[in-house]
């Protein structure tokens, strides 16, 4: 016979609530031993997250600041693309009117001659 003494429903229940409160209590003197080393690695766990926040934090900074110099670079590329096509157009119009009035000039000196010579051509006619 494996156990002498008699199994009824009474003296099972009681021992299962004894292995119960042994076992609750084996959890509680463990968790009170091990209180000292939790609160470490709990403090250590805090503090590995504060750092990975302060990189993800950096990161985002740099990512920042480095899209802003590329909006700012991009910006002044476009103002000097902007302020060559101005001066390129001011130069197109600048020629154009020098030769607007070039040919006004030429016209009035061919004018001006066509005059003289008939002027001369009457006076030797007179």
Request: aromatic fraction near 0%; charge should be positive.
């Given at each position: 016979?494996?156990?002498?003494?008699?199994?009824?429903?009474?003296?099972?229940?009681?021992?299962?609530?004894?292995?119960?409160?042994?076992?609750?209590?084996?959890?509680?003197?463990?968790?009170?031993?091990?209180?000292?080393?939790?609160?470490?690695?709990?403090?250590?766990?805090?503090?590995?997250?504060?750092?990975?926040?302060?990189?993800?934090?950096?990161?985002?900074?740099?990512?920042i600041a480095e899209r802003t110099r590329l909006e700012v670079e991009a910006a002044e590329h476009q103002a000097a693309i902007n302020a060559?096509?101005?001066?390129?157009?001011?130069?197109?119009?600048?020629?154009?009117?020098?030769?607007?009035?070039?040919?006004?000039?030429?016209?009035?000196?061919?004018?001006?001659?066509?005059?003289?010579?008939?002027?001369?051509?009457?006076?030797?006619?007179?």
């Amino acid at each position: 016979m494996k156990n002498s003494r008699s199994n009824d429903l009474s003296d099972r229940l009681g021992a299962s609530a004894q292995a119960k409160a042994a076992l609750l209590q084996a959890h509680r003197s463990a968790k009170e031993a091990a209180e000292p080393t939790r609160t470490e690695r709990q403090a250590e766990r805090l503090a590995v997250a504060a750092a990975r926040d302060e990189r993800r934090a950096d990161r985002e900074r740099q990512k920042i600041a480095e899209r802003t110099r590329l909006e700012v670079e991009a910006a002044e590329h476009q103002a000097a693309i902007n302020a060559a096509a101005k001066a390129e157009i001011d130069a197109r119009k600048a020629a154009e009117e020098g030769r607007i009035s070039r040919v006004i000039e030429d016209e009035a000196a061919r004018k001006a001659e066509r005059d003289r010579r008939y002027a001369n051509r009457k006076a030797r006619q007179a």
